[in-house]
């Protein structure tokens, strides 16, 4: 298909009129092309050809706008550090539609009526980091946005510093928040928090249309969908960095990458937002974000759903639903095909050690892939190597219960460990060559992040660990 072909379908638009606002893009000077992502060109029937119509770059700049498209903001609230903003929405996002189920935005298109005094643009980091990331998560097999396109151009923004404007095109199967509910509650428009949970269902849990208690069931999976999803997050490493509830996808989805960051050396109350002074959002402390997040969805859905029923499945989140989750994630990453009663123990003892050992979280999973009882391999990567030898005879123990052979086990983990993700430090590289003209590190990394779990010998430099004085970047929202 080509982009004149492009049909969109607009939903979302049938709606009443407080969901959304009609918004014209406002262009960026000289744009050009930083990326077309080919991969996620397919999810649209869009031919990869397309990269090289000028249209294209026209389309993400919003100076072509398919016939039939009529680009609109979305309107939703949240909870941001804790504290209630009652109303946020699509402050430099613009929506086109969805095509074959894949909604498309634009993001830094210029100011919409939730701009809030901002410019509503995005710098060339923050989308650069947005466009790669998003699309490396959905490698690794965690729930993501995805990404389409970036251009670049000559328009200047003050952040930090002086930057160049950027807008990436992102797509999803749904844009909708967890903040999107909140507002027509606090608004104590029940009649359209109604009309969104209905839209909501069709679109993300279709298979509960006509199920009795619908809108219970919908809460539910919710709740079990966001468990997983955390589950994947810590067992990876990847922190968030801004878990407010107008960033939490009610699909189930990572949603709004700002300031994230994967674990260098792994450090559980690890902090990537500069801006969160107090650490709500550190990485230890996201299980129980979502937990908060999901309550605060409890009670926006409250005047449609018995609210002892919500808070008995908001109990069975930190009981078991989570828990389970994360072992089961962690169950996979360490080999283990049987369960056992002592796996818990042997989790958290691991997570304790590698916190004590000062060692880089990514590179000890892909070295565990090759255990098989030589221990040198993995003291090597460590500072403090003695509680790692603590928690391998634990390890060893378990193992003897296993009844997969070494090698099938090893080959398991190989598909389950990661060689290679994107580090900040890998991304800022990339940044600081796109801002000279050069994306041969955005090309790079994007088919890094396609391949994580192969062996990739012309990029080995890519598994290495962090150069000591670049562990750790933390980033601003602003970033």
């Not at 969104?196 to 199920?211: C, F, R």
């Not at 003892?349 to 880089?360: F, P």
């Amino acid at each position: 298909m080509t982009l004149n072909n492009l049909t969109f379908q607009t939903d979302y638009l049938t709606l009443d009129g407080e969901f959304y606002d009609f918004t014209t893009p406002q262009p960026l000077e000289s744009p050009y092309l930083i990326h077309f992502n080919d991969t996620t060109a397919k999810l649209i029937d869009l031919d990869t050809q397309e990269k090289d119509n000028p249209l294209f770059v026209s389309l993400l700049n919003g100076t072509y706008v398919p016939k039939d498209v009529r680009p609109f903001s979305m309107c939703y609230a949240g909870y941001q550090f804790g504290n209630y903003a009652p109303r946020l929405g699509d402050g430099r996002t613009i929506n086109l539609g969805s095509i074959n189920g894949w909604h498309l935005q634009t993001k830094g298109s210029g100011e919409t009526l939730y701009s809030r005094m901002s410019d509503g643009r995005a710098a060339l980091p923050s989308s650069i980091r947005e466009y790669l990331m998003s699309e490396a998560m959905y490698h690794l097999g965690i729930p993501s946005t995805r990404a389409l396109g970036i251009i670049g151009s000559e328009t200047k923004l003050l952040r930090n510093n002086i930057e160049d404007a950027a807008i990436v095109m992102r797509l999803s199967p749904s844009w909708i928040r967890f903040g999107s509910f909140e507002y027509f509650y606090y608004t104590k428009a029940y009649d359209k928090l109604k009309s969104l949970t209905d839209y909501v269902i069709a679109e993300s849990y279709p298979h509960l249309q006509q199920e009795e208690d619908s809108y219970f069931k919908f809460f539910c999976e919710v709740l079990e969908r966001t468990a997983k999803l955390i589950a994947q997050w810590q067992a990876i490493g990847f922190c968030h960095g801004v878990m407010n509830t107008d960033n939490m996808s009610i699909a189930g989805l990572t949603i709004d990458y700002g300031p994230f960051a994967m674990l260098d050396d792994f450090k559980f109350g690890f902090i990537c937002n500069k801006t969160d002074k107090a650490g709500r959002y550190s990485y230890g402390d996201q299980p129980n974000v979502a937990y908060w997040n999901l309550t605060m969805l409890s009670k926006a859905l409250s005047p449609l759903i018995d609210k002892e029923k919500m808070q008995q499945k908001l109990d069975d989140y930190g009981e078991f639903i989570y828990p389970n989750a994360y072992i089961d994630v962690m169950r996979k990453k360490m080999g283990l095909l049987s369960e056992d009663t002592q796996d818990v123990k042997l989790i958290t003892d691991l997570v304790e050690a590698l916190h004590d050992s000062y060692i880089d979280n990514t590179i000890f999973f892909r070295t565990l892939c090759r255990y098989n009882g030589e221990r040198m391999p993995i003291f090597e990567l460590a500072m403090n190597p003695i509680p790692l030898d603590n928690w391998l005879n634990l390890y060893d123990e378990r193992l003897k219960k296993e009844t997969r052979s070494q090698e099938e086990r090893q080959e398991a983990m190989l598909k389950t460990n990661p060689k290679y993700i994107l580090k900040n430090y890998m991304l800022d590289k990339a940044i600081t060559l796109a801002k000279e003209g050069d994306f041969s590190m955005v090309e790079t990394l994007h088919h890094i992040s396609k391949h994580p779990y192969d062996e990739l010998p012309e990029y080995e430099a890519f598994a290495q660990e962090t150069p000591e004085e670049l562990k750790n970047i933390c980033l601003s929202c602003s970033s």
